[in-house]
C-alpha cells in the first residue's frame, strides 16, 4: 500500500476572502468515491465495492486529523464518501448545493475552522481553487485519488495536491 504521497503542487496564492491575522485552518477536498457505472441512465448512483473501500480509507487516512465540519452535496456517491469520516469524527454531513460554489467558499472562510468537501470531478476543483484564489482544471471522469488540502492563513492560502495512495482491489 502506498503511502500519502504530495505530487509536488504546491501553489501559494493571495485569498480573494478576508481572513483575519490569528486565522489559520486547514481545508481538505476530494470528489466522491468510484460510483457505479453500469446504469448509464442513473443520475444518483451508490459507490461501487472499490469506492466503499475508497471512503473507507479517506477515514483512515484523517483519523488524526482535526475536521469540524464535512459538507457534500446530497448524491449518494457523495454522502457515502463523506459517511466514514462523519462516522469517525461524529459528526453529521453539511449539504451545499452544488450550483452556488461561490456560497460554499464564502461559507468555509467565514467558519474559519478545519474542514471536508466531498464533491464532483466539476465542483471539487472549483470550490479549491475558489478558496486558493486560482483556476484549477477540472477532475478527470476516471480519477478517483485526488486529495486538495488548502491551508488558509492571514497572509494567504497555500493549496497542496495530494494523492490518497490507494488501489482499489477490484481495479
Known amino acids: 500500500m502506498k503511502h500519502l504521497a504530495s505530487i509536488a503542487l504546491f501553489i501559494s496564492t493571495t485569498m480573494s476572502y478576508q481572513v483575519a491575522a490569528s486565522d489559520i485552518y486547514t481545508v481538505y477536498l476530494v470528489r466522491h468515491a468510484d460510483k457505479d457505472t453500469s446504469d448509464k441512465t442513473n443520475r444518483d448512483p451508490k459507490l461501487t465495492d472499490c469506492g466503499e473501500q475508497r471512503a473507507n480509507r479517506l477515514a483512515t487516512m484523517l483519523k488524526h486529523i482535526e475536521i469540524n465540519t464535512i459538507y457534500s452535496t446530497d ?3 457523495t454522502q457515502a464518501t463523506a459517511a466514514p469520516v462523519a462516522q469517525s469524527k461524529s459528526l453529521t454531513v453539511t449539504s451545499y448545493n452544488p ?5 460554499l467558499a464564502k461559507s468555509i472562510v467565514k467558519k474559519k475552522s478545519n474542514a471536508l468537501v ?5 465542483t471539487t476543483n472549483v470550490v479549491a481553487g475558489n478558496l486558493a484564489g486560482i483556476e484549477l482544471p477540472i477532475i478527470d471522469h476516471e ?3 485526488r486529495l486538495y488540502q488548502v491551508t488558509i492563513t492571514n497572509s494567504g492560502a497555500k493549496l ?3 494523492n490518497q495512495g490507494f ?5
Open 118 to 122: 466531498v464533491g464532483h470531478n466539476s
Open 75 to 77: 448524491y449518494k456517491r
Open 99 to 103: 450550483r452556488n460554489l461561490d456560497s
Open 160 to 162: 497542496q495536491l495530494l
Open 167 to 171: 488501489a482499489c482491489s477490484d481495479n
Open 143 to 145: 480519477e478517483y485519488d
